[in-house]
Protein backbone atom coordinates (compact mmCIF):
# COMPACT_ATOMS: atom_id res chain seq x y z
CA UNK A 1 0.00 0.00 0.00
CA UNK A 2 1.34 3.37 -0.70
CA UNK A 3 1.68 5.77 1.88
CA UNK A 4 -0.08 8.24 0.44
CA UNK A 5 -2.71 7.23 -2.55
CA UNK A 6 -4.38 9.76 -4.29
CA UNK A 7 -7.39 8.75 -7.32
CA UNK A 8 -5.66 10.06 -10.63
CA UNK A 9 -8.63 11.29 -12.03
CA UNK A 10 -8.90 13.11 -14.26
CA UNK A 11 -11.96 14.63 -12.90
CA UNK A 12 -13.42 16.48 -15.77
CA UNK A 13 -15.95 19.49 -14.46
CA UNK A 14 -17.72 21.89 -16.05
CA UNK A 15 -16.59 25.40 -15.16
CA UNK A 16 -18.50 26.73 -12.42
CA UNK A 17 -18.99 23.46 -10.69
CA UNK A 18 -18.16 22.14 -7.03
CA UNK A 19 -15.02 19.60 -6.91
CA UNK A 20 -13.66 17.77 -4.12
CA UNK A 21 -11.30 15.16 -4.03
CA UNK A 22 -9.19 13.07 -1.27
CA UNK A 23 -6.50 11.60 -0.39
CA UNK A 24 -5.58 9.01 2.23
CA UNK A 25 -2.45 8.51 4.22
CA UNK A 26 -1.06 5.24 6.18
CA UNK A 27 0.82 6.52 9.06
CA UNK A 28 -1.74 7.26 11.28
CA UNK A 29 1.88 9.91 13.24
CA UNK A 30 1.25 11.87 10.46
CA UNK A 31 1.01 15.62 11.53
CA UNK A 32 1.58 18.20 9.02
CA UNK A 33 -0.91 18.32 5.86
CA UNK A 34 -0.32 19.88 2.59
CA UNK A 35 -2.23 20.69 -0.70
CA UNK A 36 0.20 21.50 -3.54
CA UNK A 37 -0.69 22.37 -7.15
CA UNK A 38 1.45 21.31 -10.32
CA UNK A 39 0.52 22.99 -13.56
CA UNK A 40 1.27 20.38 -16.88
CA UNK A 41 5.31 20.65 -17.04
CA UNK A 42 5.61 22.98 -14.56
CA UNK A 43 6.93 22.81 -10.68
CA UNK A 44 4.78 22.46 -7.84
CA UNK A 45 3.33 24.91 -5.84
CA UNK A 46 1.97 24.81 -2.30
CA UNK A 47 -1.98 25.88 -2.61
CA UNK A 48 -2.57 25.53 1.16
CA UNK A 49 -1.97 24.10 4.18
CA UNK A 50 -4.30 21.59 6.05
CA UNK A 51 -4.97 22.28 9.79
CA UNK A 52 -6.67 19.83 12.01
CA UNK A 53 -9.59 22.32 12.26
CA UNK A 54 -9.79 22.68 8.50
CA UNK A 55 -8.88 25.82 6.43
CA UNK A 56 -10.45 27.48 3.96
CA UNK A 57 -8.70 30.00 1.60
CA UNK A 58 -11.34 31.44 -1.36
CA UNK A 59 -12.78 28.90 -3.21
CA UNK A 60 -10.65 26.28 -1.64
CA UNK A 61 -11.71 24.57 1.69
CA UNK A 62 -9.50 21.64 2.86
CA UNK A 63 -10.23 19.38 5.74
CA UNK A 64 -8.32 16.83 7.85
CA UNK A 65 -9.97 13.21 9.27
CA UNK A 66 -7.57 11.87 11.54
CA UNK A 67 -9.56 8.94 12.25
CA UNK A 68 -10.37 7.53 8.89
CA UNK A 69 -7.09 8.98 7.82
CA UNK A 70 -7.40 11.45 4.85
CA UNK A 71 -7.76 15.16 3.85
CA UNK A 72 -9.57 16.43 1.57
CA UNK A 73 -9.74 19.30 -1.18
CA UNK A 74 -13.13 20.98 -1.88
CA UNK A 75 -13.21 23.82 -4.93
CA UNK A 76 -16.26 25.78 -5.34
CA UNK A 77 -17.27 27.81 -8.66
CA UNK A 78 -14.49 26.31 -10.03
CA UNK A 79 -12.65 27.84 -12.99
CA UNK A 80 -10.74 27.51 -16.30
CA UNK A 81 -7.68 28.53 -14.37
CA UNK A 82 -8.26 25.41 -11.50
CA UNK A 83 -7.47 23.17 -14.22
CA UNK A 84 -4.08 21.53 -12.77
CA UNK A 85 -2.55 18.44 -11.35
CA UNK A 86 -3.20 18.47 -6.96
CA UNK A 87 -0.58 16.72 -4.80
CA UNK A 88 -1.18 15.76 -1.46
CA UNK A 89 1.45 15.70 0.62
CA UNK A 90 1.83 14.45 3.93
CA UNK A 91 4.94 14.74 6.87
CA UNK A 92 5.28 12.88 10.51
CA UNK A 93 6.89 15.58 12.68
CA UNK A 94 9.31 12.63 13.51
CA UNK A 95 11.64 13.68 11.05
CA UNK A 96 11.81 16.30 8.21
CA UNK A 97 10.69 14.38 5.19
CA UNK A 98 7.30 15.12 2.94
CA UNK A 99 5.78 12.27 1.21
CA UNK A 100 4.35 12.83 -1.90
CA UNK A 101 0.95 11.35 -3.64
CA UNK A 102 0.83 11.10 -6.86
CA UNK A 103 -1.83 13.37 -7.57
CA UNK A 104 -4.95 14.13 -8.98
CA UNK A 105 -5.63 15.25 -12.14
CA UNK A 106 -8.55 18.08 -12.74
CA UNK A 107 -9.92 19.49 -16.33
CA UNK A 108 -12.12 22.20 -15.97
CA UNK A 109 -14.10 22.69 -18.90
CA UNK A 110 -16.05 25.29 -20.09
CA UNK B 1 14.09 36.42 -12.03
CA UNK B 2 12.93 33.45 -10.46
CA UNK B 3 14.11 32.42 -6.78
CA UNK B 4 15.25 28.85 -8.19
CA UNK B 5 16.95 27.98 -10.95
CA UNK B 6 17.64 24.81 -12.86
CA UNK B 7 20.28 23.95 -15.58
CA UNK B 8 19.87 22.50 -17.95
CA UNK B 9 15.86 22.57 -18.09
CA UNK B 10 16.20 19.75 -20.85
CA UNK B 11 18.81 16.88 -21.30
CA UNK B 12 19.41 14.56 -23.70
CA UNK B 13 22.45 11.62 -22.92
CA UNK B 14 23.51 7.94 -23.38
CA UNK B 15 23.64 5.00 -20.75
CA UNK B 16 26.91 5.52 -19.04
CA UNK B 17 27.29 8.93 -19.64
CA UNK B 18 28.41 11.35 -15.90
CA UNK B 19 25.36 13.85 -15.50
CA UNK B 20 25.14 17.16 -13.67
CA UNK B 21 22.30 18.94 -12.79
CA UNK B 22 22.85 22.25 -10.97
CA UNK B 23 20.98 24.24 -8.54
CA UNK B 24 20.83 27.82 -7.51
CA UNK B 25 18.83 29.36 -5.28
CA UNK B 26 18.03 33.49 -4.02
CA UNK B 27 15.86 32.64 -1.18
CA UNK B 28 18.20 32.39 1.33
CA UNK B 29 16.93 29.10 2.91
CA UNK B 30 19.41 26.77 4.70
CA UNK B 31 17.47 23.57 3.49
CA UNK B 32 17.85 22.22 -0.09
CA UNK B 33 16.45 19.08 -2.01
CA UNK B 34 16.52 16.89 -5.17
CA UNK B 35 13.59 15.05 -5.89
CA UNK B 36 12.90 12.96 -8.76
CA UNK B 37 9.05 12.50 -10.57
CA UNK B 38 8.00 10.05 -12.68
CA UNK B 39 4.53 9.27 -14.69
CA UNK B 40 1.98 7.91 -11.98
CA UNK B 41 4.63 8.39 -9.05
CA UNK B 42 4.82 11.04 -6.48
CA UNK B 43 7.89 13.14 -5.83
CA UNK B 44 10.49 10.73 -4.45
CA UNK B 45 13.61 12.79 -2.84
CA UNK B 46 16.88 11.84 -3.94
CA UNK B 47 19.01 13.95 -1.43
CA UNK B 48 18.81 16.78 1.35
CA UNK B 49 21.06 19.14 2.74
CA UNK B 50 19.81 21.12 5.97
CA UNK B 51 23.28 23.38 5.82
CA UNK B 52 26.14 23.14 3.63
CA UNK B 53 28.19 20.74 5.97
CA UNK B 54 25.15 18.71 5.83
CA UNK B 55 23.95 16.27 2.88
CA UNK B 56 21.64 13.02 4.01
CA UNK B 57 20.61 10.21 1.17
CA UNK B 58 16.71 10.36 0.81
CA UNK B 59 14.25 8.17 -0.14
CA UNK B 60 16.45 6.44 -3.80
CA UNK B 61 19.89 7.70 -3.77
CA UNK B 62 21.32 4.76 -5.24
CA UNK B 63 22.90 5.81 -8.69
CA UNK B 64 23.25 9.98 -7.12
CA UNK B 65 25.93 11.98 -5.65
CA UNK B 66 25.63 15.49 -4.63
CA UNK B 67 27.73 18.64 -3.46
CA UNK B 68 26.88 21.58 -1.80
CA UNK B 69 29.08 23.82 -3.05
CA UNK B 70 27.70 26.93 -0.89
CA UNK B 71 23.97 28.01 1.11
CA UNK B 72 23.07 28.73 -2.87
CA UNK B 73 24.00 25.85 -4.81
CA UNK B 74 23.35 22.30 -4.56
CA UNK B 75 24.28 19.60 -7.49
CA UNK B 76 23.25 16.19 -8.78
CA UNK B 77 25.23 14.08 -10.03
CA UNK B 78 24.30 10.77 -12.29
CA UNK B 79 27.72 8.94 -12.46
CA UNK B 80 26.86 6.60 -15.12
CA UNK B 81 23.48 7.27 -16.18
CA UNK B 82 20.93 4.66 -16.74
CA UNK B 83 17.72 4.76 -18.92
CA UNK B 84 15.37 3.99 -15.53
CA UNK B 85 17.23 7.71 -14.50
CA UNK B 86 15.02 9.33 -17.13
CA UNK B 87 13.00 11.66 -15.15
CA UNK B 88 11.57 15.20 -14.47
CA UNK B 89 13.95 16.58 -11.78
CA UNK B 90 13.56 19.15 -9.33
CA UNK B 91 15.58 21.15 -7.05
CA UNK B 92 13.45 22.78 -3.90
CA UNK B 93 14.41 24.50 -1.19
CA UNK B 94 12.89 25.37 2.40
CA UNK B 95 13.57 27.54 5.65
CA UNK B 96 13.50 25.96 8.62
CA UNK B 97 13.68 29.00 10.59
CA UNK B 98 10.07 28.82 10.57
CA UNK B 99 7.71 31.38 8.32
CA UNK B 100 9.09 33.18 5.64
CA UNK B 101 7.63 35.95 4.07
CA UNK B 102 3.93 34.56 5.54
CA UNK B 103 4.79 30.98 3.97
CA UNK B 104 4.12 28.33 6.16
CA UNK B 105 7.20 26.32 8.04
CA UNK B 106 7.14 23.19 5.58
CA UNK B 107 6.73 25.11 2.20
CA UNK B 108 8.72 24.31 -0.46
CA UNK B 109 9.75 26.17 -3.81
CA UNK B 110 10.75 24.52 -6.60
CA UNK B 111 13.02 24.95 -9.37
CA UNK B 112 11.60 24.94 -12.57
CA UNK B 113 12.62 20.86 -13.48
CA UNK B 114 15.39 19.41 -15.21
CA UNK B 115 13.86 16.61 -17.87
CA UNK B 116 16.50 14.18 -18.67
CA UNK B 117 16.16 11.10 -21.07
CA UNK B 118 18.79 8.49 -20.66
CA UNK B 119 18.98 6.34 -24.21
Known amino acids: RKEVEQDPGPFNVPEGATVAFNCTYS??????FFWYRQDCRKEPKLLMSVYSSGNEDGRFTAQLNRASQYISLLIRDSKLSDSATYLCVVKADSNYQLIWGAGTKLIIKP | DADVTQTPRNRITKTGKRIMLECSQT?????MYWYRQDPGLGLRLIYYSFDVKDINKGEISDGYSVSRQAQAKFSLSLESAIPNQTALYFC??????????????????FGPGTRLTVL
Open chain 2, 27 to 31: KGHDR
Open chain 1, 27 to 32: NSASQS
Open chain 2, 92 to 109: ATSDFRGTSGGSSYNEQF
